[in-house]
């Protein structure tokens, strides 16, 4: 028999370490959907080695929550047994990955921002959001590179690829502004010094991203109308059908070990 969703004490350090979870979480998976479908095998482990990435910073995010919630629940049980409304990752990353120019939209406006996050979040009065900060820097640093190149060479390739690149932009602007949000239980840490407050961030990526996407002949959308939802757990249906896949062993089979 299918195994239950597990309860969880959202207090706002354990919420504030499973939104950043949810979010290398469920990237990552979207990156492991093009295993042995990218359109060269170079490609193929360049995407698989990201999401290996964000899996790690999962794993660390989601036991550092466990710990400090002390409640019986481990990286697995908040992986795997949960319902959809109790994921809090941003929707834009819950997006499906279309073709190859929207899953690398969809990693270039993350890795913008996760890059300058995680290197701001150095400097948190937690020492173990400061230190899983530090080693994800690193790898957000190489995504936003590789990305970016990508961005360039689509957007400046051909007709069909620069038509497709700024599709992707265009489709894909709108979950951007959810990454700059912060609510009452957020900043109540900000204040303590042990997150980051993502709203002057904006500005820095704004930068990033209008410089790449000059480079690569792409427009700029100008809509500043946003879509929000997923920090609150109010999610689109393309979470519950990814969740079905992810979480099918470990509902089917609770515990199951290799």
Partial sequence: MAVASIQVSETPLVLYALRR????LILGHRLSEWCGHAPMMEEDMALANMGLDLLGQARELYSYAAKVEANGNDEDKFAYLRDVRQYRN???LEQPNGDFAHTMARQFFY???????????????????AAIA????????YHIRHCSEW????????DESHRRAQTAVDDLWAYTGEMFEADDSERSLIDAGIAVDPAPLRQGWLETVSNVLREATLTLPKSDWMQQGGR??????????????LQAMQRTFPGATW
């Fill in 90 to 92: 941003l929707l834009l």
């Fill in 134 to 141: 530090a080693k994800s820097e690193k790898e957000s640093a």
């Fill in 151 to 158: 961005i360039i060479r689509l957007g400046d390739g051909t």
């Fill in 232 to 245: 609150s757990g109010r999610h689109s249906e393309h979470l519950g059908h990814l969740l079905s896949e």
């Fill in 21 to 24: 979870a949810d979010d290398a």
């Fill in 111 to 129: 890795a913008a921002f996760a890059d300058p996050y995680w290197r701001a979040m150095m400097n948190s009065r937690d020492a173990t959001l």
